[in-house]
């Protein structure tokens, strides 16, 4: 094109600064409306906090009343017992995780991928932070609870075909907010606790091998539903992998996670199928929240 026509060169001036201005205001409207959602999802983890901390869950009051009858069970138990008697609050693995991510949240975006991904890691946050489900995530700690009580203190929501199974594990494993899996020198993957919950290699034995545990049914609340609801797109990925890696029966994903595998691995923004399965599970005082939260759904239709 011939740009030594002032008329073309100044057409091509005008729209090099629309472009620049048009990328500009959608880089402040994604930027705004990441904010905006942060600011939801932060009062709705405020919320839980409160919840929390003046023993509003049924679970957390569980885990109270279940640590300490295992610490009378069994004195040895004692520090295990006060571990996990902390999930019972904010200062749980379980909360503080979620605050991590929420802190990890890039609110300044340099391209609309990175704005959808992190609005993506927004959604599936809020969704860890509704009441009703975080309390169903508890269930995981009352159950390791139990386990350690030779039979004496009940499972709780465990289908009656794993209960068997669920008495003799530990619910926690496989859970990213208590530990990982690790690759071995000898290329096995094993699952290596966070900080003092390395406590439970002295109970549970000193390592569980990914091949090993994947093969046997195993039942926790985090592990069978929560990861696709609302865990981040890393532990799901990492997941994926290593049930591809070592096959079975009891460790293939549901089609719920392999379509969150699928979109994380195209970086892509959707997240309508994962929202809809959770909306049958936000009814727990948590009507007013959720629709405050709704209205920064509009993220992707606003490009």
């Not at 279940?66 to 999930?87: G, H, S, V």
């Not at 093969?215 to 797109?233: A, D, E, K």
């Not at 929202?275 to 209205?295: C, D, E, K, L």
Request: aromatic content about 12%.
């Amino acid at each position: 094109m011939n740009t030594k026509n002032p008329k073309i060169f100044n057409y091509l001036i005008l729209l090099w600064i629309l472009s620049a201005l048009f990328l500009s205001a959608c880089g402040n409207r994604f930027e705004n409306q990441l904010r905006e959602t942060h600011k939801v999802v932060q009062s709705n983890l405020g919320y839980l906090k409160t919840q929390l901390d003046t023993k509003q869950l049924s679970n957390a009051l569980l885990i109270d009343k279940y640590a300490n009858a295992l610490a009378r069970q069994k004195p040895d138990y004692t520090d295990i017992a006060n571990l996990l008697k902390k999930e019972a609050t904010s200062q749980g693995k379980a909360y503080t995780a979620l605050s991590k991510r929420l802190a990890a949240v890039n609110l300044a975006p340099t391209s609309t991928e990175q704005a959808s991904s992190d609005l993506r890691e927004l959604q599936l946050i809020n969704s860890a932070a509704d009441v009703f489900e975080f309390n169903n995530g508890l269930a995981d700690v009352v159950n390791t609870l139990a386990s350690l009580s030779d039979g004496k203190l009940a499972l709780i929501n465990v289908p009656t075909s794993q209960k068997a199974s669920a008495q003799r594990a530990n619910a926690l494993i496989g859970n990213p907010s208590y530990g990982n899996w690790r690759q071995g020198n000898n290329g096995r993957s094993f699952w290596e606790w966070y900080g003092m919950y390395s406590m439970f290699n002295n109970v549970f034995g000193r390592h569980t091998y990914y091949n090993s545990w994947s093969s046997r049914p195993h039942y926790s609340y985090y592990n069978n539903y929560g990861r696709t609801r609302w865990g981040s797109s890393a532990d799901v990925n990492r997941n994926h992998s290593l049930s591809r890696r070592y096959p079975s029966r009891y460790n293939r994903p549901s089609a719920a996670a392999r379509s969150r595998y699928a979109t994380a691995s195209r970086r892509s923004s959707s997240y309508a199928g994962s929202r809809s399965r959770n909306s049958r599970y936000r009814s727990y005082g948590s009507s007013s929240r959720s629709s405050s939260f709704t209205s920064f759904r509009g993220f992707r239709g606003g490009k």
